[in-house]
């Protein structure tokens, strides 16, 4: 241990169950959370509201340097996302936040802007990472990595589901490429393209439904954080 308050990173793709896991570990373990997905998609729908071009990469980068933003970890695992003290939490997850993030993502600026901020989450008693670089990049010596995957197929259909249950039309084959575009975008990128830790924990979500994914992180937090489980 760093002497430091421990962090506990959780990257992946989209799809894969990143958010609930991070929101249920942080409530477990009374942790800070921080969605690093959410601080581009938050930039992106910042610049948007500005009439900004998100190729302008120094426009963009000082709207990242001055995001005013809270994050809420809630036992109902529900988006606790505060802009400026507005609830934009069902607002980013939208796909138009979703394709401008993944672009915005990509400019060095932008992550230079942020890298410091992400950092400066850590606080005790500890902090729940949430991203695709956190324990490449951000939190390279962080007590516990984990990395979850899960099959293209499963991850469209499991934003289907979502986008039905909100009553949003949505065709099961576009998301499917949608998705497929933008892990090969985030594979191949030059600035911390998207890729397990070497000493991250793997674990494929595809056949696991969210307890026993959750049950699995537990195990491994409380073994290399030395926590004591609470009922």
């Not at 138009?96 to 993030?101: H, K, L, M, Q, S």
């Not at 990509?106 to 230079?112: E, G, N, S």
Request: hydrophobic share 45%.
């Amino acid at each position: 241990m760093s002497g430091q308050p421990p962090v506990i990173t959780v990257d992946g793709p989209s799809g894969v169950g990143k958010g609930t896991l991070c929101q249920w570990l942080a409530t477990r373990l009374g942790f800070h959370l921080l969605d690093s997905g959410a601080l581009y998609r938050l930039t992106a729908l910042a610049a948007l509201r500005q009439g900004l071009a998100l190729e302008d990469e120094n426009a963009v980068a000082a709207v990242a340097a001055s995001l005013d933003v809270r994050f809420v970890a809630r036992a109902d695992c529900s988006p606790g996302i505060l802009l400026a003290d507005e609830e934009v939490g069902d607002r980013i997850r939208g796909e138009d936040c979703g394709a401008a993030a993944s672009r915005v993502a990509a400019l060095p600026a932008v992550r230079a802007a942020l890298l410091q901020r992400q950092r400066d989450f850590r606080r005790s008693p500890g902090l729940v990472a949430d991203g695709r670089d956190m324990g490449t990049v951000v939190f390279p010596a962080a007590e516990l990595k984990l990395f979850l995957t899960a099959s293209a197929a499963e991850r469209a259909r499991r934003r289907y589901k979502q986008l039905s249950e909100k009553g949003i039309d949505a065709n099961l084959e576009s998301l499917a490429n949608e998705i497929a575009a933008r892990d090969a975008r985030d594979a191949e990128r030059a600035v911390a393209p998207l890729k397990p830790a070497v000493d991250a924990q793997i674990l494929d979500t595809t056949q696991l439904d969210i307890p026993e994914v959750c049950d699995w992180a537990l195990k491994w937090a409380i073994r290399r954080l030395g926590l004591m489980e609470n009922p």
